[in-house]
């Protein structure tokens, strides 16, 4: 039978638990392979979540930095800052009455524990096997928490920029489609409204939240639609009119869907799914085929680039996963519109291997409009018989350089792709 615990010792061990002493592999440490600096990091990083200011937190990794590195990761010691208050408001460059706020705010929210003795001093004591200050065991035991808080500070951060850039993209068909409506009937009942509610669309997206982000674009959308179905709609009026006073011996319209004996885009396998190094993309047709007249695709937005195609030619040409997608955003209308066509890329970004970084220099290089048409010809490219595309990234990358460099035919590729699909 175990003799009790005589009155000595039963001090010790009431004194121990009261100073927080913990027997040897009862502390927390840090997952495998993450290091104290990862955690100040990862802090940083995490910031807003926890209502701080920067210089709050700031002054939290100042003092992580006062601990020593092996004591995160060593079960056995736990990584206490025992230095003085008064020394440690110094080395945060602040007044100790603002650490003391700090300190509350970090044990407020459940970041660090402060032991300190009856007088509320701090420090190291019996060869470091008792430390009073400002205990990191909680901070290493929500580090977990913190991750899966990042990861979802990230998606939310990559949401809202989506949905800014998309917002941006409507904005800019919206606008087009507005001015080109403008242009052909500037006397139409609708113009008035449509520019005013142009006019009040914000001009910066910060401060909206993600659901105010997400009606925003929607109204977009609804505008640049209608939009472009007015011009869709002038411009046949306009076409009929024209008809009707044209001469019969001038009822002549070049044919331009001639057919294109070469390969749209030229693509060398590449071992990389994205950001490849493939060679420069070129037409490998005839001379006289129209996707070798360099620079007929650079003409700007939707009202030029599509004038020699149909939206059915261009639906008609795509790819069976790229029409299911059209046929998703573009909902319950007979055929889409230019916005359908970019959202319907965007949608296939992924699908494609195609980095968002790739898409948004395309976008910034030639337009949405025209880095869409660009997705849906390289999505076409994957299933040539002769040399399919491989590298998708990479072939929309070589199409960005061959814009700035004024050698992108994205006209004459886009009838090649149109005139291989009536082949099949």
């Known amino acids: 039978m175990a003799r009790p615990p005589r009155p000595l010792e039963l001090r010790t061990v009431r004194r121990q638990q009261a100073r927080n002493i913990a027997p040897a592999g009862a502390f927390p440490v840090l997952p495998a392979g993450m290091q104290r600096d990862d955690v100040a990091k990862l802090l940083r990083d995490v910031r807003p979540a926890f209502g701080f200011q920067s210089a709050r937190m700031e002054a939290l990794c100042r003092l992580m ?3 020593r590195p092996g004591d995160w990761t060593d079960p056995g010691v736990e990584p206490v800052c025992y230095m003085q208050q008064s020394q440690c408001a110094d080395i945060c460059n602040k007044t100790p009455r603002s650490l ?58 990559a949401e809202r920029t ?43 997206y910060d401060v909206l939240s993600i659901g105010e982000l997400s009606q925003l674009l929607e109204s977009v959308d609804k505008c640049a639609h209608h939009a472009l179905h ?29 057919i294109c004996n070469g390969s749209p885009v030229d693509m060398q396998p590449s071992r990389k799914r994205d950001d490849g ?10 001379p006289s085929c129209r996707e070798n007249n360099d620079g ?21 040409a795509c790819s069976d996963n790229m029409r299911l997608y059209l046929d998703t955003v573009k909902g319950d209308r007979a055929l889409p519109d230019a916005l359908d066509f970019i959202r319907a890329a965007e949608l296939m970004l992924r699908e494609l291997g195609i980095n968002q ?52 035919n994205l006209t004459g590729s886009i009838i090649g792709m149109i005139e291989r699909s009536r082949e099949k």
């Open 65 to 67: 930095e006062l601990t």
């Open 100 to 157: 003391r706020d700090d300190e509350a705010a970090w044990v407020k929210a459940r970041l660090v524990t402060k032991t300190t003795a009856a007088n509320g001093s701090r420090g190291c004591f019996y060869g470091g096997s008792l430390k009073q200050g400002i205990c990191f065991s909680p901070l290493i035991a929500m580090v977990p928490t913190l991750i899966a808080m990042k990861k979802q500070m990230d998606a939310r951060r």
């Open 162 to 204: 989506l949905l800014r850039r998309k917002i941006s993209a409507a904005r800019r068909i919206f606008k087009t489609a507005l001015f080109e409506l403008i242009s052909l009937a500037p006397d139409h009942p609708e113009v008035k409204g449509l520019l005013q509610e142009l006019s009040d669309l914000p001009r910066r």
């Open 230 to 258: 007015l011009v869709d709609l002038q411009s046949k009026i306009t076409d009929q009119s024209a008809y009707r006073h044209r001469p019969h011996i001038q009822d002549t319209k070049e044919d331009l869907s001639v």
């Open 277 to 286: 190094n493939p060679s420069e993309v070129a037409p490998a047709g005839t």
């Open 296 to 316: 007929g695709g650079s003409r700007g937005h939707k009202p030029e680039l599509l004038e020699s195609f149909k939206p059915r030619q261009v639906y008609a």
């Open 357 to 408: 970084s790739a898409w948004d220099d395309a976008c910034n290089a030639m337009g949405p409009i025209e880095a869409a048409l660009s997705v849906i010809v390289i999505d076409a490219g994957q299933y040539r018989s002769s040399r399919p595309i491989h590298s998708p990234g990479g072939a929309l990358r070589a199409f960005t350089r061959r814009h700035k460099a004024g050698q992108l």
